[in-house]
């Protein structure tokens, strides 16, 4: 007879537990006065998120997708630009790279490190 144990995939209750009464006077801040939406409360979360990161400016922005978007246009990326990523990857990264208007290309993945892989990224960068 076996027996099984659920381990839990992703338990996001608990660590906040503690934190329930600090997070809740912020959330309620936040939509009592719209400061999701630019406004005071996000400027002290650039400032001081710039601040620990020890950088000169910080943006908020509302999704992973547009932090990607915005950084392709930081990077001057134009339409017609190759971005190289791996099809093991969500959604907003290949939405990213087509909303900056560039080219997706997919190289795959090193299967003990589930990272681009280095000599396929080199095959791949030889043969264009």
């Given at each position: 007879m076996t027996s099984t144990t659920k381990v839990p995939f992703l338990?996001?209750?608990t660590p906040h537990q503690e934190l329930k009464a600090e997070l809740m006077q912020v959330?309620?801040?936040?939509?009592g006065t719209a400061g999701f939406i630019v406004g005071p409360m996000v400027e002290d979360f650039e400032r001081d998120?710039?601040?620990f990161c020890d950088a000169k400016y910080c943006v908020g922005v509302n999704s992973g997708t547009d932090a990607?978007?915005?950084?392709?246009m930081a990077a001057d990326v134009?339409?017609?630009?190759?971005?190289i990523t791996v099809p093991h990857t969500f959604?907003?990264?290949t939405e990213a790279i087509s909303q900056?208007?560039?080219r997706i290309a997919f190289v795959d993945i090193h299967e003990q490190t589930y990272t681009m892989d280095p000599a396929k990224l080199r095959?791949?960068?030889?043969?264009r």
């Open positions: 338990d996001l209750v959330v309620e801040k936040a939509l998120l710039a601040k990607l978007r915005f950084a392709f134009q339409p017609g630009d190759i971005i959604i907003a990264t900056a208007g560039a095959e791949y960068l030889e043969q």
